[in-house]
């Protein structure tokens, strides 16, 4: 158990409205990340940070915004969804004494 | 760029048998590789790692996986699968890049029939 949470768990919403999916950890870990996770492409780095207010782009990020105020809170934005972002995010951190990285739970969102 | 293949998007066997699930990669240098496991609903757990050292490397659950430098794979393996080991597993390919930069695989499904 890393100790990382994600709410909500599970979202409906509709096409054009924001959403925000937040990310809590409890042990001060610096490197925080968020990911999708679709069929047929495993996982995908959407965001990550690097401490307070340290955050860049990974590989999907178009639509997606962070924001990282606290270092034990990882908030993932999306400004204005749509269905193509329907998907499972998961977060993930990286203990400053290891190389690996480990998930949260999850969160389902569906976007109609 | 680094990248990883899961030749077998899914793979039954019976309970039992035994299990290889096979990767490949490609990286430059001497990458960091890891096994996860993901049951349905769940999040990702990680099964093993390999950075250095013994190439065979030991994991939870009575996993285990062969790094073969020259033919840039990472199999895990498995001599007698239980129903509970049913799940998607996932290899990945980690980088240290500012950040721990990891590129996962498309997953194989592994069905277990009694």
């Known amino acids: 158990d890393a100790g990382i949470t994600q709410s909500p768990r599970h979202k409906v919403t509709e096409t054009g409205t924001p959403v925000t999916l937040r990310c809590h950890q409890t042990?001060?870990?610096?490197?925080m990340y968020w990911y999708r996770q679709d069929p047929g492409h495993g996982l995908r780095l959407i965001h990550y940070s690097y401490g307070v207010k340290d955050t860049d782009k990974g590989e999907v990020s178009d639509g997606y915004s962070v924001s990282r105020s606290k270092t034990e809170d990882f908030l993932l934005t999306l400004e204005s969804a749509t269905s193509s972002q329907t998907s499972v995010y998961f977060c993930?951190?990286?203990?400053?004494?290891?190389?690996?990285?480990?998930f949260g739970p999850g969160t389902r969102l569906t976007v109609l | 760029a680094q990248s990883v293949t899961q030749p077998d998007i899914h793979i039954t066997v019976s309970e039992g048998a035994s299990l290889e699930l096979r990767c490949n990669y490609s990286y430059g240098a001497t990458p960091y590789l890891f096994w996860y496991v993901q049951s349905p609903g769940q999040g990702l757990q990680l099964l093993l790692k390999?950075?250095?050292?013994?190439?065979l490397v030991q994991g939870i659950k009575g996993f285990e996986a062969e790094f073969k430098r020259s033919q840039s794979s990472f199999n895990l393996r498995k001599p007698s699968v239980h129903w509970s080991d049913a799940a998607e597993y996932f290899c990945a390919v980690g980088a240290w890049g500012g950040y721990q930069k990891v590129t996962f695989g498309i997953g194989t499904k592994l069905q277990v029939i009694p």
């Open positions: 042990e001060n870990h610096r490197y």
């Open positions: 993930a951190i990286t203990p400053g004494d290891t190389d690996t990285q480990y």
């Open positions: 390999y950075f250095s050292g013994d190439t």
